[in-house]
């Protein structure tokens, strides 16, 4: 086997379940010691990788959180078409959860005249809901200045009184070994309770989202049914764990 053939292997296999054993890669790929150790050092001479003792584990840099208004320059055509697929998935009647963030934020002009009840802690979210005429609600609590986002102990309390059909979550990372990740741990919170509150749980991401890792983790894959317009290239480890629903472009 090539040796580029034995590293892709190896980075599949981190992709997958963010560590691996020398002594597993051994017996699939059916060589010796010496090859694996000499594949793991000239990986991770590249930062493709991290060496552990009887192994490796993969490397990644924790993304820096960009506000709202920086995000809402970002892939607006994948949010678009992503917000439309999202909000045909809500029913008639239903009460729902909207995060704060842009992604979900284009899901609102989606909902215009359906008969809906919306929980947002998204102020930017409830002004526009409001203007269409929808039935909204904002929890209590303090306002993150960068992404518009309600958050605190006061808006959890709150939410914890609220049962949803859905709730629709944005997320800045997503990744098979690491779960669904956002950098600031008191929104990370708040995205907990309402997913926990909710029936059904819809994770809406672009492709920039596909494989990054932040500081404080919001749920696991198979919790969630994740609604995007981009496909990752390891998407064979996804669906292993999660559903996703594949917006038109």
């Known amino acids: 086997m090539l040796t580029e053939e034995r590293h892709q292997i190896i980075l599949d296999y981190l992709k997958q379940d963010g560590i691996v054993k ?53 892939n607006i055509q994948s949010k678009e078409s992503i917000g439309k697929l999202a909000a045909g998935l809500v029913e ?36 526009l809901l409001t203007d269409q005429g929808i039935e909204t609600y904002v929890p209590g609590g303090k306002i993150k200045p960068s992404t518009k986002a309600i958050i605190g102990s006061q808006s959890l309390s709150e939410l914890k009184n609220y049962r949803f059909d859905k709730a629709f ?38 492709g920039s989202k596909w494989n990054k890792v932040n500081f404080a983790k919001v749920c696991e894959l198979e919790d969630v049914t994740i609604v995007t317009d981009t496909l990752p290239d390891n998407l064979d480890y996804y669906r292993e764990k999660t559903t996703i629903m594949e917006a038109a472009k």
């Open 22 to 74: 020398s002594q597993h890669l051994m017996n699939v790929i059916g060589c010796s010691e010496s090859t694996v150790r000499r594949d793991l050092d000239q990986l991770e001479d590249t930062g493709m990788l991290t060496r552990i003792h009887g192994g490796a584990k993969r490397t990644y840099q924790l993304s820096e959180e960009l506000t709202a208004s920086e995000k809402s320059f970002k």
């Open 92 to 127: 008639t009647g239903e009460v729902i959860f909207i995060d704060a963030g842009t992604t979900t934020y284009a899901m609102l002009p989606y909902l215009t005249n359906k008969p809906v009840t919306v929980v947002t802690n998204g102020i930017q979210h409830a002004s």
């Open 169 to 206: 979550l944005g997320m800045n990372g997503i990744d098979p070994a690491f779960g669904c990740t956002t950098p600031d741990p008191e929104e990370a919170a708040l995205k907990q309770m309402a997913h926990h509150q909710a029936a059904a749980g819809f994770l809406l991401t672009d």
